[in-house]
C-alpha cells in the first residue's frame, strides 16, 4: 500500500430494536439558517375534517449544508433507480405467443 493511500473505512453502526422499527412519517417539514437545514418529520391525519390537521412530530434532524448536499445526491439516485425497476415491472409483457413466424 503507498504511503499516500489510507485504508478503506467502513462503519459499524448499531441500532436499538426500537430504533431498528423506525417510525412512520407522511409529512416532511424542511427549513434552514446560515449553518444547517433542519428536517422535521411528522405523521398526520389527513382524513381528519376539521379547520386544523392534527399530527406529530416523529423526527428532527439538523444537518450541515455538506451533509444535506450528500443525502440530496443519495436520494435522487435511489429514486431513479426505484423508478426504473418500477417502469420495467409496468412494461407489458410479451409471451412466446406474440411472435410472428
Known sequence: MDQNEQPERQ?????????MAGHY??????SHSDYEFTITFARVD?????????????SRINLSPQF??????AMHDNYDK????????????VGDDHLEA
Not at 412519517?25 to 424542511?30: I, K, P, T, Y
Not at 444535506?68 to 445526491?73: A, I, K, R, S, V
Open 11 to 19: 462503519l459499524n453502526i448499531h441500532f436499538t430494536p426500537e430504533e
Open 25 to 30: 412519517a407522511n409529512f416532511a417539514n424542511v
Open 46 to 58: 389527513h382524513e381528519f375534517d376539521g379547520p386544523e390537521i392534527p399530527g406529530v412530530v416523529v
Open 68 to 73: 444535506m448536499g450528500e443525502l440530496l445526491d
Open 82 to 93: 426505484w423508478s426504473a425497476r418500477e417502469s420495467i415491472r409496468d412494461l407489458p409483457e
